[in-house]
């Protein structure tokens, strides 16, 4: 199965709509409407992307004050734990999204427990030196 192919089997799996972009940096989720806005993936770091997007639908709950490194975190777990492949392009993928989080004194400061867990997460599953 090729990302696309496993990508589209999950969003009609999941009931979530599919809108082609072609700027990566502008893929986004919207929870209630179950859509997402990602580029095809045809390698492995828009491959995570889309799965993250996806993971954001399925974890993200809105009523219960979860800070935003909370939900991306969960997000990216959800895309780790569904992932038919994990390498350099989807860690690469994973440390640039966590990474605009983690690298944000704002959303740092707004849960840092919650921060030191996903800078560990990363460490681990993607073994930054
Ligand atoms: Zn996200």
């Known amino acids: ?15 979530i709509t599919i809108k082609w972009i072609t ?13 997402i806005r990602i ?7 828009d491959y995570l992307v889309a799965l993250h997007e996806i993971g954001h639908i399925q974890t993200t709950t809105w009523d219960d004050g979860e800070s935003s490194i909370e939900q991306e975190l969960k997000a990216y777990q959800w895309a780790k ?28 400061m707004e849960d840092i427990h919650t921060a030191k867990t996903a800078y560990q997460w990363v460490n681990t599953e993607c073994r930054i030196p």
């Open 81 to 108: 734990a569904h992932a038919i492949e994990w390498d350099k392009g989807t860690c690469a993928a994973v440390k640039y999204g966590m990474g605009t989080y983690l690298n944000n004194p704002f959303t740092v």
């Open 1 to 15: 199965m090729t990302y696309l192919e496993h990508i589209e089997k999950l969003a009609r799996d999941l009931n």
């Open 23 to 35: 700027d990566k940096y502008k893929s986004m989720s919207n929870v209630p409407t179950r859509i």
């Open 39 to 45: 580029v095809k993936p045809l390698n492995s770091f």
